[in-house]
């Protein structure tokens, strides 16, 4: 047993297996220790529109969205408050448009939004 363990090589696998290991459980946590998720709702929740201003006018946009964040207990717990929902409207021009979808950014990483709904209709006009 004492000649396996001084071989050379039978100590470099072992430090191989341990780097792997050490490498999985710091960046892969929930391989190991896999983490109920948890969901909650966040209602009334504001929709900034994206556009030029200078150029156009909302005639018609729905203003309140709900959210449903689905992740880590903890990190629903302590979610911050620099999310963003918003429509890009930059890409329009005047009119109606149907479908519009409704982003999120900000929200914390390993944490799912869902969007209702998750698209919008809106309506453009041209400023004169």
């Known amino acids: ?5 001084e071989n050379e090589y039978v100590l ?3 430090s191989l297996l341990l780097a792997i290991m050490l490498w999985i459980f710091v960046n892969q946590p929930s ?3 896999p983490t109920v ?4 709702r966040i209602e009334n929740v504001s929709i900034e529109a994206r556009y030029d201003s200078t150029h156009y006018a909302i005639i018609k946009m729905k203003n309140k969205v709900e959210l449903q964040l689905t992740g880590n207990r903890y990190t629903l717990e302590h979610l911050p408050s620099t999310y963003r929902v918003y429509v890009d409207l930059r890409q329009l021009g005047a009119g ?5 979808p409704v982003q999120v950014e900000g929200v914390p990483h390993g944490v799912e939004v869902k969007v209702i709904p998750s698209t919008i209709d809106v ?6």
């Open 1 to 5: 047993m004492n000649k396996w363990m």
């Open 12 to 14: 470099r696998a072992i």
């Open 31 to 33: 391989w190991l220790f």
């Open 37 to 40: 998720k948890d969901t909650t």
């Open 96 to 100: 109606a448009h149907k479908r519009v």
């Open 123 to 128: 309506v453009l006009a041209k400023k004169t």
